[in-house]
């Protein structure tokens, strides 16, 4: 009996050195983000060489990074954030909608069409974006894609794919006699899926839907090939060229960008936290 | 039978709503996807300056492509890069996803914690790392974008602090799924922990660790923007006909700069390049899909 006491009280030691190794390594995991609020209100010049020194009152520059950083590089912030706002919405709010009707049609009409436009959106999944970059933006040009208001057009078609073969894979699960008796009761196939399927797909609309803000939110490459970038910037466009149209970069405006480029990820990840953890493993299928 | 002609019926009558269910996801999809794909794939056969003034050409490009410098070396350093944070990030975020699943305190705040970079944009996140690596590094009269070695432990390490959370949770998931009788009969037979762990919890947990091997290798070739904003290719070495070597140039940022940066006469060069990538990306995605099928009969 004693030894057995022993045992547990070495494993409970044990858990306890694991907590503590853990909370140091946590602590390094957010210095980076610590280093970025440092400096962001530090004065440029001592970012480079005193990156890690805290404020004092020779460094510390107060709001005026932030103040010079929303204009800088000849661009609003606001524009951008505005932008990127205003894309990310409307596209998750067209994936959503769309991807989740044509996967419930996909599913219960499965004729030889569906069938082809389910492997080619899956097939879609495997695509590199280099692969089309070109030839897409040269087409998003000719349709005239390449405003914020037209870009989610975009976004609908280069991310069909996984939308779809998320909401095909829930939707087989339902079982078919619900809609049956919604058809009973005379729904049409339009009424049966607006009030019948969709608050079913709940779940799904929001694992897709934080997969899908959080690739669009973060996407650099597609909007700088599609949008013309002297008007049209979202936030990635933006801090990437704070350091292409400068000679020199001021390093402490581009911090205060930063820092308010990543807060409002940081709140909408403590916010939903749950179900994007959730969302993100129901995603991990995509390569 | 009266089941099926119901289902039939119901089938039917959603047939007629093709334009609204699937007209707008066909549409956009066509633009996206499948038009630039086909003419992706035509391109790679053409001299191109614009999509208009192709003048098909048959497979030069893919000579061209093939036996380009930059693209040859791009091409090791990629699957060099995509191999090593592999290897990194997986044994690091199963360690992290093991001890979490230990009871120990505060384990849902590690994991928030841990997972928090992988929200953050690539380009965000290299210019985070490349101001730390500079404030580092500029006590010793050096820069990330001065050496080679440095830039390619700083993309390391870049990865890895973005993708070991993600990794993590599909560890948790998996380690959560390992039957808790399996590993009382081994504690009871007098196993050690190690022996738990190698014997009992890993064969459980397969399944995880291929989805993670495929992800992290995937997510290795197709790195673009922490590529682009960390180091952006720098430094490059001057080979001896003149041309350029970034010494720590991915393939992605290969394709996009032999596109865009170099002189338009190689585009038709850069549409093959982005061809072969798209073989091998798809390559390492239909190896993940056979190879987890595979899994699956046998069990």
């Known amino acids: 009996m004693p030894e057995r006491i022993k045992t547990l009280a070495s494993k409970h030691r044990g858990l306890v050195v694991?907590?503590?190794?853990?909370?140091?390594?946590?602590?390094?995991?957010?210095?980076?983000?610590?280093?970025?609020?440092?400096?962001?209100f530090k004065w440029n010049t001592f970012v480079k060489t005193d990156t890690f020194a805290l404020w004092n009152a020779e460094n510390f520059a107060g709001w005026s990074n932030f103040i010079t950083g929303v204009t800088f590089g000849n661009y609003n912030f606001w524009l951008a954030a505005w932008y990127s706002t205003f894309i990310t919405i409307v596209s998750t709010f067209l994936i959503l909608l769309f991807c989740s009707m044509a996967a419930w049609y996909i599913?219960?009409?499965?004729?030889?069409?569906?069938?082809?436009?389910y492997y080619l959106c899956i097939f879609s999944m495997v695509v590199p974006f280099q692969m089309v970059m070109f030839t897409l933006s040269s087409t998003a040009d000719q349709l005239k894609l390449n405003t914020p208001w037209t870009i989610p057009i975009v976004y609908l078609g280069f991310g069909a794919g996984l939308a779809i073969f998320m909401f095909v894979g829930f939707v087989k699960s339902i079982p078919v006699e619900i809609e049956e008796a919604a058809s009973i009761d005379g729904c049409g196939p339009v009424r049966t899926f607006f009030f019948v399927v969709l608050p079913m797909l709940r779940s799904t609309l929001i694992s897709v839907g934080i997969l899908e803000i959080m690739w669009v939110w973060n996407d650099y490459l597609l909007p700088v090939l599609v949008l013309d970038i002297n008007q049209y910037r979202t936030i990635p466009i933006h801090i990437q060229y704070l350091k292409g149209s400068y000679g020199t970069v001021d390093l402490g405006a581009t911090m205060a960008l930063i820092l308010m480029a990543i807060i409002p990820v940081i709140v909408f990840y403590l916010a939903c936290q749950k179900y994007i953890i959730a969302g993100v493993a129901a995603g991990a299928v995509k390569g | 039978m009266a089941k099926s002609l119901k289902a039939n019926s119901i089938r039917s009558a959603t047939r007629r709503w093709f334009w609204l269910f699937l007209g707008p996801v066909v549409a956009a999809f066509i633009i996206g996807f499948v038009w630039p794909f086909i003419q992706g794939i035509y391109l790679s056969f053409c001299n191109f300056r614009i999509t208009a003034d192709a003048e098909f050409v048959g497979i030069d490009n893919y000579g061209r492509a093939l036996s380009d410098p930059a693209f040859q070396y791009s091409f090791w350093y990629t699957a060099l890069t995509a191999i090593v944070s592999l290897v990194i990030i997986n044994v690091l975020a199963f360690t992290v996803a093991y001890l979490l699943t230990k009871k120990i305190r505060g384990a849902n705040l590690f994991r928030t914690v841990f997972f928090m970079p992988n929200l953050i944009g690539g380009i965000v996140l290299g210019y985070i790392w490349s101001m730390i690596f500079d404030g580092i590094l500029s006590a010793y009269n050096t820069s990330i974008l001065l050496d080679t070695t440095l830039g390619f432990w700083g993309l390391i390490i870049v990865m890895c602090w973005q993708q070991i959370g993600y990794m993590m949770i599909i560890y948790i998931a998996g380690l959560q799924a390992v039957p808790a009788d399996m590993l009382e009969a081994a504690e009871i037979d007098g196993a050690t922990s190690m022996q738990t762990l190698f014997k009992v919890t890993i064969p459980n947990v397969m399944p995880s660790i291929t989805i993670c091997v495929f992800l992290s290798l995937t997510n290795g070739f197709k790195?673009?923007?922490?590529?682009?904003?960390?180091?952006?290719?720098?430094?490059?070495?001057?080979?001896?006909d003149g041309s350029t070597i970034n010494t720590t140039q991915m393939l992605a940022l290969t394709i996009y700069n032999t596109f865009y940066t170099s002189s338009t006469a190689s585009r038709g060069t850069a549409q093959a390049m982005a061809v072969i990538f798209f073989v091998l990306v798809a390559g390492l995605g239909l190896a993940q899909l056979a190879y987890t099928r595979k899994r699956e009969v046998q069990q």
Not at chain 1, 18 to 40: F, G, Q, Y
Not at chain 2, 229 to 240: E, S, V
């Open chain 1, 107 to 117: 599913t219960r009409v499965d004729s030889i069409w569906c069938k082809i436009i």
């Open chain 2, 223 to 240: 790195l673009f923007d922490q590529n682009l904003a960390l180091t952006g290719g720098q430094p490059y070495i001057i080979q001896p």
């Open chain 1, 18 to 40: 694991v907590s503590v190794i853990m909370a140091i390594v946590c602590v390094i995991w957010v210095l980076p983000v610590a280093a970025v609020i440092l400096n962001a």
